[in-house]
């Protein structure tokens, strides 16, 4: 029998679960509930429904894992916990500095009900986050490096697009290939933020506006670009559309780090994502832990877990036997 | 209270595993075993004692978990399921064929003796298979690549060194830039054992010796070089001594990938390595894994498991929380 998938929340990142749940035999997709009208959401998928999010209760006994898509701000913070009560979810929260705070709450609700958590699941946090907790436990004594890019940062795009005089902007974070370098020297440099990564700002403005102006604003930017080197080009619409409508990302999480008695030998542990599509990779990262959400409520297991809590194998479609002789 | 480790086996795997415990302040060395006179062997730890191996048996309430330095050819297979009636036990048994093997016998004597034994713990496998799973699990439709090195494989030196003639030598397996770069675009090419690594050699000729016969053997030995380029050069003994003592290694896993409902995406996902010291990194992730080994027993966990197996908070000497708000 199939893992039943559910979907809240039809953007870009409910349909990048869709396309994963295709990827993936040993699951189907059930139902897309949504805050829109259902008659005005098209999904792809030809054997599921969609619903209102308030049927979403109703289908309690259809759907094992329900999948949160909607955003980290506001949708998040009070969806999981609220849907944890009827279904094993996943979540991609990513204010890291409210994860504390946001686990508490799936907590409660997931084990009240004997269901199971994932949070923060995706690439950072998600995969990175693994990966530099994996890398210190190995390496005890060394230094981590998290370089973003080169990708889309849509916080960043929705800052340029609120200047006056923009009619459409997207912004690349792109990390600083001299410093990626000198940190898998193993030189284990100190670097500002400026060193890590630089900002490239594709705009459209609108006809007769002050360009310099809107340049000046971009680069002098509090948080978002002062503390960086920033490259605007102002470009048509049209070319925007050509050449800037993917949504690309990657990076790199790199750890260095000593052993030896006295320290004598180094060694760099790297990982590294090149991602056409940041929201159709991410989906694929948590349609890979909705499997093991199920799988570990099937067990017994309740409550809310991060990707530190999740044994790799429930991962995995394959079982333990196949995995150790084809994988390890 | 500390986690009380053992050692079995005082090779530079086991010295590796002595430098690592230095480095977790969670852990103690207390004892170290050995087939050889124990008045022979000298540790770096001082408050650990070193034993016969014959005498383990009587430190069993002693130590939490013992961590076997053997080799896989002959000593793993024997070593892991019987001392696992005693201790928890982690080894780094790496004969990919003879996995599910080692894992049923090992299983069986830990599962009797209520213990958990975590095998084939390092980077390949390890922390190399890990990674090709994860990958698995998140592109479930794409191709894998692992590639070695630049680094010394011990098999392919002692090979030399097997040839008449041949006083001493040293062989490094390199990866070919121009594969991995096709495998980093995405151009899931279909490589040979030729495309994807050289081996380079550095050979010590008795005097007398006739290079050319030599090199030709090396050249032209099934299995290990005739698929190969192979460069050979013969250098001194100094010049071996000098530049090539060291025991480097690394590597690369690389998956491609694709995702959307056509398959219109594509991703990489590259984990790499570049080792100082090969016995010594393999060493920081068996103890880190020893620490696992550990906690999961004390939780009630019994049997032999392996790196898929084993949830990453495990690794860790950081708690949940602290984890979750440092590193997720």
């Given amino acids: 029998m199939s893992i039943r998938i559910g979907i809240l929340g039809y953007g870009n990142l409910g349909r990048g679960v869709e396309c994963a749940v295709k990827h993936n035999p040993d699951m189907e997709l059930v139902a897309v509930f949504t805050r829109r009208d259902p008659k ?5 998928t030809e054997t599921a429904e969609v619903y209102s999010v308030d049927e979403a209760e109703m289908m309690k006994d259809k759907i094992d894992v329900l999948i949160l898509c909607g955003g980290s701000a506001t949708d998040l913070p009070v969806q999981t916990p609220k849907f944890a009560q009827w279904f094993n979810v996943v979540d991609s929260f990513d204010t890291h500095a409210k994860i504390p705070e946001h686990f508490a709450d799936v907590d409660k609700t997931a084990s009240q009900n004997g269901h199971v958590g994932i949070i923060s699941v995706g690439w950072d946090p998600g995969m990175f986050s693994l990966n530099r907790m994996y890398a210190n436990a190995i390496l005890t004594n060394g230094k981590d490096y998290t370089f973003w890019g080169k990708g ?31 940190v898998r020297k193993g030189e284990n440099p100190e670097l500002t933020t400026r060193q890590k990564h630089t900002r490239e700002c594709f705009v459209v403005a609108e006809e007769g506006a002050d360009l310099a102006r809107i340049e000046q604003e971009i680069k002098t930017m509090p948080n978002y670009f002062d503390e960086y080197d920033t490259t605007v080009h102002f ?9 800037h409508s993917g949504i690309p990302h990657g990076g790199f999480v790199i750890r260095s780090g000593r052993t030896g008695w006295n320290d004598e030998n180094s060694h760099i542990i790297e990982y590294s994502l090149k991602l056409d599509s940041n929201p159709e990779f991410t989906s694929s990262v948590i349609v890979a832990y909705a499997r093991a959400a199920y799988r570990m409520n099937q067990e017994g297991q309740k409550g809310c877990k991060t990707v530190f809590d999740v044994a790799p194998a429930y991962l995995s479609a394959l079982d333990g036997a196949e995995l150790r002789k084809h994988l390890l």
């Fill in 152 to 182: 889309v940062s849509q916080g960043h795009s929705d800052a340029i697009r609120r200047i006056e005089g923009v009619k459409d902007g997207k912004q690349y974070t792109i990390p600083v290939d001299a410093a990626l370098e000198a």
């Fill in 235 to 243: 470009i048509s619409q049209e070319e925007l559309k050509a050449e």
């Fill in 40 to 44: 005005t959401v098209n999904i792809l």
